[in-house]
């Protein structure tokens, strides 16, 4: 009897240090914080992509009413708007580059993740959620701007030329999809940092810190003719909420039913953990 038991408690500190073994390596290869269907993300993802090639397109061919321009002015705007239609018509084409240029460093600053040994291990998950949550937020932009027919604020500007006003993309004010575009990334890649250092307490800071990207880009929109405030502020909630919640959707949630190893003065085992919440 003797000999069995010193052989079961031989076999529990067996056990015990392989599980502490298997934690280590853990420790050393991170464990996935997301799961993807890939047929299903990649369907979403590749719907969402060709509708915005398309629906830009259309977009950018709709013309105005070419009899309502000459009747359109700043007091048609509500004041909170108004000051967009002021703007110095001067200052468009280096405001345009600028958000442009902005949009494009957006675009690639999640390649800074990759840097993490926490999540380039899985970052062929990360870029598949990426382009998803860009896909999503494209939708989306699509589905207000192509029902909604808002011109831009320099058509309602007298000091704007008549040649700038019948171009092309004057009728696609609402919302701003720069501003949406940068927001998606800024707040994708604090979001999956975060989703793989849940130890970081403060995290309105990174939040914060993502925010300041597209409020630039929406500035310079502003700057540019091209978008109301609104416009801005509603392009920056959506990207956020595309960059957000698409990580979210996917986090892998936690197992209910578990192993969970124990030793005290008188034993060294495994009891099962059932969590009902």
């Known amino acids: 009897m003797k000999t069995i038991l010193t052989t079961l408690f031989a076999l529990s500190l067996l056990c015990f240090n392989n599980i502490l073994s298997a934690k280590e390596i853990i420790k050393e290869k991170p464990a996935k914080v997301y799961h993807l ?88 998950d990360i870029a ?53 575009m940068a927001a998606t990334s800024m707040f994708f890649m604090a979001k999956v940092y ?17 925010s300041i990207p597209p409020a630039i880009v929406g500035y310079y929109r502003y700057k540019a003719g091209k978008h109301f405030p609104t416009d801005i502020l509603v392009g920056i909630a959506f990207g956020a909420a595309s960059g957000i919640l698409v990580p ?3 986090k892998k949630k936690e197992r209910k039913l578990s192993f969970v190893p124990y030793t005290n003065n008188y034993s060294t085992g495994l009891y099962l953990k059932l969590k009902l919440n």
């Open 248 to 250: 979210e959707w996917h």
């Open 194 to 210: 975060l989703d793989h250092h849940p130890e970081i307490k403060h995290k309105w800071v990174y939040y914060t810190g993502a």
């Open 128 to 180: 598949t959620l990426y382009l998803e949550a860009h896909a999503i937020h494209a939708s989306a932009y699509l589905a207000a701007a192509i029902p909604i027919k808002r011109y831009r604020p320099l058509m309602y500007n007298p000091s704007e030329s008549m040649e700038r006003k019948t171009g092309e993309n004057t009728t696609n004010a609402f919302f701003s999809g720069h501003a949406g």
């Open 37 to 124: 269907n890939y047929l299903v993300d990649g369907s979403i993802t590749t719907a969402g992509l060709l509708a915005s090639k398309f629906g830009t397109d259309y977009l950018r061919d709709r013309e105005p009413n070419l009899a309502e321009i000459p009747t359109l002015t700043p007091g048609d705007i509500w004041w909170f708007d108004r000051g967009a239609t002021k703007v110095n018509p001067a200052d468009a084409s280096h405001s345009l580059k600028l958000s442009d240029d902005w949009v494009f460093y957006t675009k690639i600053a999640p390649a800074i993740l990759l840097l993490d040994k926490n999540i380039n291990r899985y970052w062929y």
